[in-house]
């Protein structure tokens, strides 16, 4: 009962106009302290950018862990009614479950315009498709294609700009060199899946009335796992995971030479390829349909206002700063090392390209090409369930390589994540 009375709460939120805490109507004068989680990297400096121009609002960043602990120190404060902080930097993922939990307000009115300042895909993780607004766009996570350009060279090889071009060059890749492949499918990496699923069209979850659909093994999705499973099924590419000494290794010494990534593979590719620097040339995503491009998320965040602070207008004001003012925005890109989801980041904060790929000076014009053409994507309050059914059956799947495995997949995180919301109390169409 508790879950569907908070699922109301999400779909009824922008309606009623109702969300926390707030008692700014009542102050008159005095200096507003506000306190800010985030995980990102030097964002106590660039909170400096801000108290030094707003002297009466001075924000405090506290450094947390992202990810779920993040959220669970969150969820554990305003369940204990003290301890919140003002503003809390979020996952787009998680966003639906910090409002089912009313951890994270309503801030429509706040907000005012500031969605013309962000792509459609950045801006609908932060309403659940309604009107409410729980966060302010921070930053977003375009995926795009990385390739080592002097293999690629060597095999007289373009960049594949369609998904059968991939295909194609994968094979090309292989053939050449029985050790070398243009990828890998990684089956421990659901956020990089539902990216590409994204990509294709798909919403694993949406909301209709009061209810909530899962919408996992969808047409869309299944186009991209036949894809993959066929790949894997002939050889085409690597069946392993990502993020392991095996796969930095491959990367280094050029067994792969490629990698679907995303906006800040840079600093991947710096960490785990050392010695391949300014080998690497980025793309955009290959295409389903070259005449209409399209392309996923893989990560970004928002900063969101909580329920419990007794200064919403002061810390949806700061949100609004962090993330659209022109200084703001160049502290984000240049001193946090966050990929900025406003749409003119790239104009005022991102005029040179990564260290890794600093004679690609096209790099953030491509990135904010990506970014524009992203799908609207939403997310569910159960997420993890998905993510977590994902691992575990598409792991199986992988270990098999076997095409018809990759399908069978879906449809055990489609009923997976369809009885847990059942089962949660929510109300599911």
Not at 50 to 56: E, G, L, Q, S
Not at 117 to 139: C, E, H, I, R
Request: charged fraction near 15%; hydrophobic fraction near 40%; aromatic fraction near 10%.
């Amino acid at each position: 009962m508790k879950r569907l009375v908070a699922l109301t709460a999400i779909l009824l939120l922008a309606a009623t106009g109702c969300s926390g805490t707030d008692d700014n109507e009542g102050e008159s004068g005095g200096k507003v302290e506000l306190t800010y989680w985030s995980w990102a990297p030097n964002m106590d400096k660039v909170a400096e950018v801000w108290n030094a121009a707003h002297p009466d609002i001075h924000v405090t960043v506290n450094k947390q862990d992202g990810g779920d602990p993040a959220v669970t120190k969150l969820l554990t404060a305003i369940k204990a009614g003290s301890g919140a902080p003002d503003v809390m930097q979020a996952e787009y993922q998680k966003i639906p479950t910090l409002v089912a939990a009313n951890a994270i307000a309503d801030i429509a009115k706040e907000a005012g315009s500031l969605k013309s300042k962000f792509p459609d895909s950045a801006w609908n993780s932060v309403t659940l498709g309604q009107s409410a607004v729980y966060g302010v766009p921070q930053d977003s996570g375009p995926m795009m294609f990385f390739y080592r350009a002097d293999i690629f060279q060597q095999l007289n090889l373009q960049a594949p700009t369609t998904w059968e071009q991939y295909a194609d060059v994968a094979r090309k890749v292989h053939a050449a060199n029985p050790k070398q492949y243009l990828g890998t499918f990684s089956a421990n990496d659901p956020g990089w899946f539902s990216g590409l699923s994204q990509q294709a069209g798909a919403s694993w979850w949406g909301v209709k009335g009061d209810a909530w659909s899962v919408n996992i093994d969808d047409a869309n999705t299944r186009k991209v796992a036949q894809y993959w499973g066929g790949l894997v099924q002939e050889g085409a590419v690597l069946n392993t995971p990502m993020y392991t000494p095996e796969w930095n290794a491959a990367l280094n010494d050029g067994t792969q030479v490629g990698w679907l990534g995303a906006v800040w593979g840079p600093g991947v590719l710096s960490g785990s390829a050392p010695a391949t620097k300014g080998k690497w040339k980025a793309a955009l995503l290959p295409q389903w349909d070259a005449a209409k491009p399209a392309n996923g998320n893989w990560g970004g965040s928002a900063t969101s206002v909580t329920t419990q602070t007794k200064h919403r207008k002061q810390a949806a004001q700061f949100a609004g700063w962090l993330n659209t003012d022109p200084a703001a925005l160049k502290a984000l890109a240049q001193t946090a090392n966050v990929y900025p989801a406003a749409t003119d980041a790239t104009a005022t904060a991102l005029t040179t390209p990564p260290a890794f790929f600093a004679e690609q000076t096209d790099f953030y014009a491509l990135a904010a090409q990506a970014a524009k053409a992203t799908n609207p994507f939403t997310y569910g309050p159960n997420v993890n369930v998905a993510y977590n059914a994902y691992n575990d059956a598409f792991g199986k799947a992988a270990e098999s390589r076997q095409a018809a495995a990759f399908t069978a997949a879906l449809g055990t995180m489609q009923t997976t994540t369809l009885d847990d919301l059942k089962k949660a109390g929510f109300k599911t169409a």
